[in-house]
């Protein structure tokens, strides 16, 4: 654990509690931070989330803008959830916000959460750091997450809404996209992913409410894969565009609501095709090639990708992924899967069970499922399951097993187990 997520969770409430109320008192005793911040683009939704954030921060930076973006969780270092002006925060900078955050909870006898005191951390060098724009991306439904304490935002957007975190949204889809619709606000534009029908119902009657207009993908704009790139298309344009630098047919819907955003943005055509050649984001469908996992898969001369989805959603993506790379070049497949024991594995695996992948299953520090157990689930939806003792030991069992391709899943916290196993594969 890098020290400043072992200082946060010293210091901290590790609960999850959703209220708005610590938020609004530990913001009142630093200044209201977020009341100070450059113009925001607020971003919720299931999946999707960061890469969205990461496009549209790609396309304002080419356009010349200085971005601010908060996102979580990190993969490898704390940092990674703050940047100012483009660049990570330092860590002396870090350290001296959080000392500024833990005074003023001293002082008012605040228990904000590790997210809560993050967030308010993130909102303090944000507004004193000079910039142009800053993308906020929610932590955990909308309505009463820690970020929702931004009033006016520039622009609202909401990736598409699917079910996660049951124990804290319920499991009724409407009802999950209204808690994230909660960051929609009075004369905010919402551009809005293409959403299942009682979603958007939900998004539609809670933009009604505070009066905010929307724009929806598949009625106001779409986007589509077209001869190696993709198309947009509104009322008013038609684009002719790369495809994003992220991979995965899921992608371009998400890169349609970076456009439709970056236009609502005034940004120009050729920064909206420049950002989206240029962008990246860890652990989204990323090759890895570099340390020790990717090291030994060249040596195999196998394909090792590494993907953080941990919800059916995000499953069905990876599946779809898959079949398209089998299609092209057919392969062994073997998929090296650990989740935390709160997901649905079960759903997850079924989004999988036509792979035809061997899967092993490992766990990893947290609260992970055990790799016996979620082999069973894996074994339950016809997938061939082993449970490994560590990431190393499954990647080495692939290989052996003679996969040409092997696809790291499930949880954003192995994708940082993986990546800071090496200097070389630290997002950046």
């Known amino acids: 654990m890098d020290p400043i997520s072992e200082r946060l969770r010293a210091r901290h409430p590790q609960r999850i509690d959703l209220s708005l109320d610590r938020m609004k008192a530990l913001c009142a005793a630093l200044g209201d931070p977020q009341h100070r911040l450059p113009p925001v683009v607020h971003v919720a939704g299931t999946n999707g989330k960061g890469s969205t954030v990461a496009m549209i921060r790609a396309i304002a930076e080419a356009a010349g803008l200085r971005v601010h973006a908060y996102t979580s969780p990190h993969l490898v270092r704390f940092n990674e959830r703050i940047r100012l002006a ?3 925060i330092e860590d002396d900078a870090l350290n001296a916000v959080l000392d500024r955050i833990e005074a003023a909870m001293a002082e008012t006898g605040s228990e904000a959460t590790v997210f809560e005191s993050t967030t308010a951390a993130a909102f303090l060098a944000m507004a004193e750091t000079p910039a ?16 929702n304490v931004i009033e006016r935002p520039l622009l609202s957007v909401i990736a598409p809404v699917d079910y ?6 319920g499991t009724d889809l409407a009802g999950i996209a209204a808690e994230k619709a909660g960051v929609l606000k009075a004369g905010a534009p919402g551009v809005i992913a293409r959403q299942q029908e009682a979603a958007m119902a939900a998004i ?7 009066h905010a207009p929307l724009t929806g993908m598949g009625v106001d704009f779409d986007a589509w894969a077209e001869r190696g790139g993709m198309v947009f298309q509104n009322q008013e344009r038609f684009l002719d565009l790369p495809a994003p630098g992220l991979a995965g047919a899921h992608q371009i819907d998400n890169a349609g609501v970076a456009v439709a955003a970056a236009l609502e943005l005034d940004l120009p055509e050729a920064a909206i095709a420049q950002g989206l050649k240029a962008v990246r984001w860890p652990a989204r469908l990323q090759r890895i090639s570099a340390g020790p996992y990717g090291e030994a898969a060249k040596a195999a001369d196998a394909e090792l990708w ?35 024991a709160n997901k649905d594995a079960g759903g997850f695996f079924a989004a999988l069970k036509d792979t035809g992948a061997t899967v092993f ?21 016809g997938l061939a399951a082993t449970p490994a003792g560590s990431v190393g030991e499954a990647v080495d069992l692939a290989l052996r097993f003679g996969a040409g391709r092997v696809a790291i899943c499930g949880s954003l916290y192995l994708a940082g187990e993986v990546l800071g196993a090496s200097r070389e594969t630290w997002p950046e």
């Not at 996660?164 to 949204?169: K, M, Q, T, W």
């Not at 539609?204 to 505070?210: H, K």
């Open 86 to 88: 483009g660049r990570l």
């Open 132 to 147: 142009d724009l800053a993308i906020v991306e929610v932590g955990l439904g909308g309505v009463l997450d820690a970020t």
């Open 164 to 169: 996660d975190h049951a124990e804290f949204l």
């Open 204 to 210: 539609e009657r809670a933009a009604q409410a505070v």
């Open 306 to 340: 590494l993907d953080g989805g941990h919800n059916p959603h995000a499953g069905r993506a990876l599946a779809a992924f898959l079949a398209e790379r089998q299609t092209r070049a057919p392969r062994p497949l073997a998929l090296i899967c650990g989740m935390l």
């Open 361 to 381: 299953t490992v766990g990893f520090d947290g609260a992970a499922a055990e790799p016996a157990a979620l082999a069973a689930v894996a074994r339950g939806h």
